[in-house]
């Protein structure tokens, strides 16, 4: 069955640290997308970026950059230099192509402090 | 402005008083989806629909009701709210399955 695990529930760092948020996913289709999400403290959801299965380039942006590796599954977000306004809970989710209605799966969240 | 709008944004009902809660998109989305956020649960997927009067259940469908007779709206219903339905809900819409999801700001229900 379809499952995204985001297996650190918090990280807290302190500003200017790197940090890496792990996401792990199960699913049995060859086709399917991987998205993450920002919810800052305001609570609105924010797109951050979509990935699909046969694309395992890595992709930066500004500070920003993901590493999609299908051999274990998984699609990483790593900040780099992090600052407090990265201060929020992170998801990560799969959408698969047997699940054209609309199916999304998200991980639990990880919520990531930056301390000045 | 394109945005998916939610009303109201938040609101404390008691067990068994039927509400709705609205949710309108202006981006011409075939696609949109309720979902209920708890702590520690994440993200959960109440119902989707792939197009008007297209609707499927999601991950955490009982106690809810939808209904899409329009493309712009998709209302979510409870008939008879329990106070483990109380939660955080967000609407949302996509262009495609594929697609990257625009979320309504969110309603925050308490059922006492």
């Given at each position: 069955?379809q499952?995204?695990t985001?297996?650190?529930?918090?990280?807290?760092?302190?500003?200017?640290?790197?940090?890496?948020l792990?996401c792990?996913?199960?699913?049995r289709?060859?086709t399917?997308?991987?998205?993450?999400?920002?919810?800052?403290p305001?609570?609105?959801l924010?797109?951050?970026?979509r990935?699909?299965s046969?694309?395992e380039?890595?992709?930066?942006?500004?500070?920003?950059?993901?590493?999609?590796?299908k051999?274990?599954s998984?699609?990483?977000?790593?900040?780099?230099?992090s600052?407090v306004v990265?201060?929020?809970v992170?998801?990560?989710?799969l959408?698969?192509a047997?699940?054209?209605?609309g199916k999304?799966i998200?991980?639990?969240?990880?919520?990531?402090s930056?301390?000045? | 402005e394109?945005?998916?709008t939610q009303?109201?944004?938040?609101?404390i009902?008691?067990?068994?008083?039927?509400?709705?809660?609205?949710?309108?998109?202006?981006?011409?989305?075939e696609?949109?989806?309720?979902y209920?956020?708890d702590?520690?649960?994440?993200?959960?997927?109440i119902?989707?629909?792939?197009?008007?009067?297209?609707?499927?259940?999601?991950d955490v469908?009982?106690?809810?009701?939808?209904?899409?007779?329009?493309?712009?709206?998709?209302p979510?219903?409870?008939?008879?709210?329990s106070p483990?339905?109380?939660?955080?809900?967000?609407?949302?819409s996509?262009?495609?399955w594929?697609?990257?999801?625009?979320?309504?700001?969110?309603?925050?229900?308490t059922?006492?």
């Amino acid at each position: 069955a379809q499952k995204v695990t985001q297996a650190q529930t918090e990280i807290s760092v302190v500003e200017k640290e790197d940090v890496t948020l792990d996401c792990v996913y199960e699913t049995r289709d060859t086709t399917y997308y991987l998205f993450w999400y920002k919810q800052p403290p305001s609570g609105e959801l924010v797109f951050l970026i979509r990935r699909n299965s046969f694309d395992e380039q890595n992709e930066i942006s500004g500070r920003y950059s993901w590493n999609f590796q299908k051999s274990t599954s998984s699609f990483n977000f790593t900040i780099t230099a992090s600052q407090v306004v990265d201060s929020a809970v992170y998801f990560c989710a799969l959408s698969e192509a047997s699940n054209q209605g609309g199916k999304l799966i998200f991980g639990q969240g990880t919520e990531l402090s930056v301390k000045p | 402005e394109a945005q998916v709008t939610q009303n109201p944004r938040y609101l404390i009902t008691v067990t068994g008083k039927k509400l709705t809660v609205t949710c309108s998109q202006n981006m011409n989305h075939e696609y949109m989806s309720w979902y209920r956020q708890d702590p520690g649960l994440g993200l959960r997927q109440i119902y989707y629909s792939m197009n008007v009067e297209v609707t499927d259940k999601g991950d955490v469908p009982e106690g809810y009701k939808v209904s899409r007779k329009e493309k712009r709206n998709f209302p979510l219903i409870l008939e008879s709210p329990s106070p483990n339905q109380t939660s955080l809900y967000f609407c949302a819409s996509s262009l495609s399955w594929s697609g990257e999801q625009f979320f309504g700001p969110g309603t925050r229900l308490t059922v006492l």
